[in-house]
């Protein structure tokens, strides 16, 4: 690990964040080219066969006695979900392609957790919620609209490949949003809050664009 790599005092990779930013602010990695999905690999992106670990530093150490999932904000039925609870949810697979912002694609990954349309039932999310802001235990944040957040292929994942998911990918329980840049998928997830308004996350009042369709290239805003 480089010395730049290692948390400061506040444990966030400050350097890290920094050159992201600039990159953002000076439109780095843009071709200008749009694509679509039968094309696969989205436009300035390469295909690694690896798994690529991106956090801002912390990995938080959860076991799965002490996780907790808190759904609140603009719902009918506000819940806290401990791990037996999250896992006596209907299981589902999902099997989808990953597209990181910093150009590296990932082909065919098998996930396995509970599928956002269950959680939704179980929550109510009220008319008034148009919009969706997660928050990891590392304190990163993200947001989706809600219609981003609904789609049929989008998972809460304890699983990838079979096995439960690393810690540093985000175990016990990380979001996958396949069809936008992972960013927009919070690892060691802590609470997903339904809003009326959007509330633009870590890397978003960061520059990076407010929805990150890989397809469009919309990395930064
Ligand atoms: N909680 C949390 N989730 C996060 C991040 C983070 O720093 N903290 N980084 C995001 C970014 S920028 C990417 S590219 C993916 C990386 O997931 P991976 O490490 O499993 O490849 O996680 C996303 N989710
Ligand atoms: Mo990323």
Redesign the pocket.
């Known amino acids: 690990m480089d010395q730049d790599e290692k948390p400061e005092a506040g444990g966030i990779r400050q350097k890290l964040v920094e050159t992201k930013q600039a990159w953002a602010k000076a439109g780095r990695l843009l071709t200008g080219q749009h694509a679509t999905p039968e094309q696969r690999l989205p436009p300035g992106q390469r295909l690694v066969t690896d798994?690529?670990?991106?956090?801002?530093g912390i990995q938080p150490n959860l076991p799965e006695e002490s996780f907790r999932l808190t759904l609140d904000g603009l719902v009918g039925n506000p819940v806290t979900l401990d791990w037996t609870a999250f896992t006596a949810l209907p299981q589902e697979t999902r099997f989808n392609d990953i597209h990181?912002?910093?150009q590296w694609s990932r082909y065919d990954n098998t996930w396995q957790g509970v599928a956002v349309s269950a959680l939704l039932d179980l929550v109510k999310p009220a008319p008034e919620a148009k919009f969706v802001s997660f928050e990891?235990y590392?304190g990163?944040t993200t947001n989706l609209t809600l219609d981003d957040f609904a789609r049929p292929e989008n998972l809460l994942a304890h699983s990838w490949e079979g096995e439960r998911l690393s810690r540093?990918?985000?175990g016990p329980l990380r979001v996958v949003v396949p069809h936008l840049y992972?960013?927009k998928?919070?690892?060691?997830v802590k609470r997903i809050t339904f809003l009326a308004q959007n509330k633009p996350g870590f890397?978003e009042v960061r520059g990076y664009h407010d929805r990150g369709d890989p397809w469009l290239e919309e990395r930064y805003g």
């Open positions: 798994y690529p670990v991106l956090d801002l990181c912002v910093t990891g590392d990163y540093q990918h985000g992972f960013w998928s919070t690892k060691w890397w």
